[in-house]
Structure formats: C-alpha cells, structure tokens
C-alpha cells in the first residue's frame, strides 16, 4: 500500500464505515451464518460456491483454491468459515500484511493438515517472495524450506498435503497475473439489495434476541450503503436507543431518532459526506474544484476524501469526477434541498439498494 493511504480497515472508526477493527469482528462473530444455505444475498457467488463444495465432496479431494473480491464488509471472511464449515475442516487465518517474509508463510504453510483451509486476507498485499512461495505451494504443494546461509546455502523439499487456499482482496487489480490465475474459482461479491439488507437485519436481530419490526428493519436497511457490516452496526447502535430512550422496541421512531443521533441521514451519508456535498455546491457552485481545495474545505486530508467520503458519493451519483476536478450532479443539489443552477450534471436512476438511488457515473475519466 502506498505511503500515507488508508488501511481499509481503519474505515470502521465511521459507523457507516465499511471496514472493521478486532472489536467490530468480535461482535460480528455471533451474528455470522454458518451455513450456506442461512448466507443472506450473492446468489450467483452462493450457486457457483456450492456446486465447488459439493463436487469436490463427492470426490473426496480438497476443492480448488478460492478467490473473494469485493468491498469490504460483504461477506468475504464469512464465506472462507462457511467454506472451512461445509468442508467439516478446520480454518487458519492470516492476512497479507501479516506475512512479510517466505519465512513467515513457510511455517505457515508446513503446518497445515490434510484438508485444512487456509485463509488470507487482503492477499494483495503479501510481500513478493511470499507471493513466489505461494505460487508453489498452491500448485504443487511443496514449498523449499531454506537451510544455511551464502554459498552453502541448499534448498529441501517439502511435501505439503492437499489444501485449500482461499484469498480475499478489496482490491483485485493489484493481484499478479500469476497468483490470480492459480485459483480454481474466483467470486466477486457486489453490494446488497435493500431487502436483503432487510433480511440480514431481521436475522441478526432475532440472534440478538431483539424485538424489531419490519418497518425498523426497512428504514435501517435504507441507510446501510449496501453493506451487512454498516447494517448490523447500525442495528446495534438503534437497539441502544431503544434500551436507553425508547421501551425496548425496536419500532420505526426508535430507528429514526438513534439515526440521527448519529447523524446517519436517510440515504446513509455521515458527517463527512454531508460536509464534502455542502461544501462543493455552496462554496464552490457543484464544481468543478481539485481534490486537494475541497479536502481543505472541509478540514480533512485529501487522502482521507478520496478514499473514505469520495467512493460511496461517487458510486451514489452525488458526485462526478472530471479531468477538471469534482463536481456535484442533480441529485447532490436535491438531497440537499438546494435548487440547482442551470446546466447540473444529472444522474442516472437508482440499480443498487439502500441510496439515494443514483449510481455512478463518471461523465469523464480523470485524468
């Protein structure tokens, strides 16, 4: 990752953030399915996951390596439990920046037993001679164990039983060529339908033990940017409200009044999104202006527009990117509630739950 950006997993400091920190994946774990037949949205992913697992079952071999893209916060380390579950096997987990040396993977790798899944997270960000060992070891099974230093330096064998390899990377484009193609079966998972994001609320509340009604569940789905993760925090923080403010129940008004507490708006933006769209229609007329001048509007750091604030604006088409910087569509100015000058880029209707409805459309690449 280059110098100064951002970890995608510092992104669940922001309740509407996509990533998470330990906390976060210690409340997760009870809310996660077990099974893939209780695994709530991807269909096609679910279809073509099951028809791998059931064949390889049948054959009593270890399935092929299993590759899972897509943002963060979808379903990507719940599915490598689900693959280890429906395997009966057991999972190892590590993530990219954990291994920084052959080293590290070696001791890894020549402890797994037969059968074992073997988890790596963020996989685009293994360090390159790890990445070579992979390639072997996924392969061949067999990795070199190093023994002795300079000249006298020798290179052992050492067999390695079937195993399962399953990567997940939020960022696709950066996996080598020769990584990505030694994955049998690669999935993408795309962001959630509001009703699923309904269904996935409504089944965590009940494993809560949670009183919610549906319109609840509605309303909190609307405003989860398409993402379990966002959605299960959300339900958690509206079940606060009700238990300290409310009567226990969570009832429409208990949802919408915890929202805007924490200043969640009905299309799911947060303070900094809110703060990016005023300041790019009211001070600077919707655009365009450079990245580096609106970050400084809004007291943050441009890294921090560009990768917290800029893709959930962009995606929702509230906001476009231009050779000549960012600028404000239509649906920005109405969200807002400001009438908009003449000539505003517009946008497209809504093809993804749980936003304003636009999706993006960048009228031109920037440069």
């Not at 009966?88 to 993530?95: D, F, N, Q």
């Not at 899944?117 to 790890?130: G, K, N, Q, S, Y």
Request: charged share 25%; aromatic share 4%; glycine share 10%.
């Amino acid at each position: 990752m280059a110098d100064g950006a951002i970890d995608p997993q510092d992104l669940g400091e922001r309740l509407v953030g996509a990533g998470a920190d330990e906390v976060e994946r210690a409340a997760e774990a009870a809310l996660r399915p077990k099974k893939l037949d209780d695994f709530v949205g991807q269909r096609v992913v679910r279809d073509q996951l099951s028809l791998v697992l059931q064949a390889s079952i049948g054959r009593d071999t270890a399935p092929d390596h299993v590759l899972l893209s897509g943002p963060p916060g979808l379903g990507k380390t719940t599915l490598a439990m689900i693959i280890a579950a429906e395997l009966g096997t057991s999972l190892r987990v590590t993530s990219g920046p954990a291994i920084q040396h052959a080293g590290d993977l070696a001791a890894v790798l020549s402890s797994l037993e037969e059968g074992e899944v073997l988890f790596i997270d963020e996989i685009h960000r293994l360090a390159r001679p790890a990445e070579e060992l992979l390639y072997v070891a996924m392969e061949d099974f067999r990795v070199d164990v190093v023994v002795g230093k300079g000249a006298g330096a020798s290179a052992i064998p050492l067999t390695l039983p079937p195993f399962t390899v399953v990567g997940a990377t939020t960022r696709s484009g950066l996996l080598p060529a020769p990584l990505r193609d030694r994955f049998g079966f690669t999935g993408h998972l795309d962001f959630y339908e509001a009703d699923e994001l309904e269904r996935v609320i409504l089944r965590s509340a009940g494993l809560l033990g949670v009183d919610i009604r549906h319109e609840a569940a509605h309303e909190i789905a609307g405003r989860s940017r398409g993402t379990p993760r966002i959605a299960n925090r959300l339900l958690r923080r509206v079940r606060d409200w009700a238990q300290v403010r409310g009567d226990g129940v969570l009832d429409l008004r208990a949802a919408r009044a915890a929202l805007e507490v924490y200043e969640v708006d009905p299309i799911g933006l947060d303070r900094l999104d809110r703060a990016v769209l005023t300041a790019l229609c009211r001070r600077f007329g919707g655009g365009p202006v450079g990245l580096t001048t609106l970050a400084m509007t809004v007291g943050e750091e441009s890294d921090t527009v560009e990768t917290v604030a800029e893709p959930y604006l962009v995606r929702e088409g509230l906001v476009a990117r231009t050779p000549r910087g960012r600028v404000a569509t239509a649906a920005a100015w109405e969200h807002l509630g400001i009438e908009p000058p003449a000539g505003t880029w517009a946008a497209p209707a809504p093809t993804t739950g749980g936003g304003t409805g636009a999706t993006s459309r960048t009228l031109f690449d920037e440069a």
